[in-house]
């Protein structure tokens, strides 16, 4: 009875204290809701910045790839155009040469024609009349010799000029074609400029982003503890009021056993004095790699060029296929990087056919080549696209350029094969 009593007055006494640390834990919780609810809307508005920036991104850096592709085409036309230069003007030095030549055999002919003729003058072989029949030969050669002579310089004066005038529009193209790449080169200056400034905006959203994700973590660790804490009072006080309701009730019913038994005794003391005590009860208690693209190429089934395939860049290997990807253990390689220089060019490591040739979130400007029978071959994190969707590729074709597209830091080329779907080790494909 008196263990009961101890009981209940214990448990009075510390309930107050617990109903204290319950509300403060509950305002505690009330206020780490807030700010888990503050951050969710703060990451939601971040997150729709950084897929504005992410669609600008991806425009910028598709025209960067669109104006290095027609920057290239330029340069094939300059080869092009210089090359017909060297050429015209090697024709022009061979007519040059010939028109020397020329000269050279009309100033021989004119000698041999004076000294045949005794070194006279045409007009005294005019006026000469003693033999009609020389005069008229000598007058016939020198006539012949003058119209052959002027036939040719007309002809070769001619050329001349048409070359003179080829050359004047060979170089209005050309100067119309540097002028053409000037003006890609500032639209490109200034795309790259954008799409640095934008990068930049996204790489402080993304640290934005990842700070305010790891306080949302915080915060919401926090509000699991501060929940534990206030599962662990609630059900304290829940368990010291059934004690509290048992000590009671064990009281209240020692009580009316001591009642009964006085009631007993003065009836039959003698009886009373034999019968033994009755045991107070007990409380109850509760426990508590370098890679490379040269050799050969392999020119049958995909399905059989395991380990004979060549590398589709030179460079060294940055991530392996199943490592670790941005430091989240659960996020694994499907593919490689391999580091290489922007402009680069990227060759299909295999025939076929080019299924997708544009820009996609997270690979930037990427390259797909069917290789039938479900096998894919994957090129991402381009600086421009060399091929369209339905071209048809060979094996060592180039098909774009390294660059750092999809918001890389440095430029590098995403290679991955896929089988019916399923992510492959590129390393087992490819020599080396």
């Known amino acids: 009875m008196l263990r009961a009593l101890f009981l209940l007055a214990l448990s009075c006494l510390l309930t107050p204290a617990f109903a204290d640390e319950r509300a403060q834990t509950q305002q505690q919780l009330d206020a780490t809701r807030q700010d888990i609810a503050e951050l969710k809307k703060m990451l939601g508005k971040l997150q729709e910045e950084k897929a504005g920036v992410q669609k600008d991104l991806k425009s910028t850096e598709t025209d960067i790839g669109t104006l290095e592709k027609q920057v290239e085409a330029l340069q094939q036309e300059l080869k092009k155009t210089e090359g017909e230069l060297e050429r015209l003007d090697h024709e022009k030095k061979k007519l040059q040469s010939a028109r020397v030549e020329q000269q050279r055999l009309i100033a021989i002919q004119a000698r041999s024609a004076y000294q045949n003729n005794g070194r006279e003058e045409y007009l005294k072989l005019l006026l ?3 033999n009609p029949e020389k005069f008229a030969r000598t007058l016939t050669y020198y006539d012949y010799l003058s119209k052959a002579r002027m036939d040719q310089l007309r002809a070769f004066n001619e050329t001349l000029r048409q070359l003179a005038n080829v050359e004047q529009d060979i170089a209005r193209q050309q100067e119309q ?228 597209s999809g918001g890389q830091d440095n430029a590098g080329l995403y290679f991955a094969i896929r089988q019916q779907g399923r992510p492959t080790d590129p390393a087992q494909w490819c020599r080396g």
């Open 128 to 130: 000469n009349q003693q």
């Open 177 to 404: 074609l540097l002028t053409q790449r000037a003006d890609l080169d500032g639209r490109r200056q200034a795309l790259v400029a954008e799409r640095d400034k934008r990068q930049q905006v996204l790489a402080k959203l993304n640290s934005d982003m990842k700070e305010r994700d790891q306080k949302l973590q915080s915060r919401e660790q926090d509000q699991a503890d501060l929940g534990k804490v206030l599962k662990t009072i609630e059900e304290t006080l829940a368990r010291q009021a059934r004690e509290a309701e048992e000590a009671r009730q064990r009281a209240l019913l020692a009580r009316q056993e001591e009642e009964k038994r006085r009631k007993e005794q003065a009836l039959a003391a003698a009886a009373r004095a034999q019968e033994p005590e009755e045991a107070p009860k007990k409380a109850r208690t509760t426990l508590g790699p370098v890679v490379s693209s040269d050799g050969a190429s392999y020119g049958g089934a995909f399905s059989a060029a395991r380990g004979k395939l060549p590398w589709p860049v030179n460079g060294r290997l940055l991530a392996r296929f199943g490592d670790t990807r941005g430091g989240d253990a659960r996020a694994k390689w499907d593919g490689v990087m391999i580091g290489a220089s922007a402009g680069t060019q990227v060759r299909a490591v295999h025939g076929g056919r080019v299924v997708f040739a544009d820009w996609l979130r997270g690979a930037g400007l990427l390259v797909i080549l069917d290789h039938g029978n479900g096998y894919l071959s994957l090129y991402g994190h381009n600086q421009s696209l060399l091929k369209s969707a339905g071209d048809i590729v060979k094996a060592g074709d180039a098909i774009s350029t390294v660059g750092d």
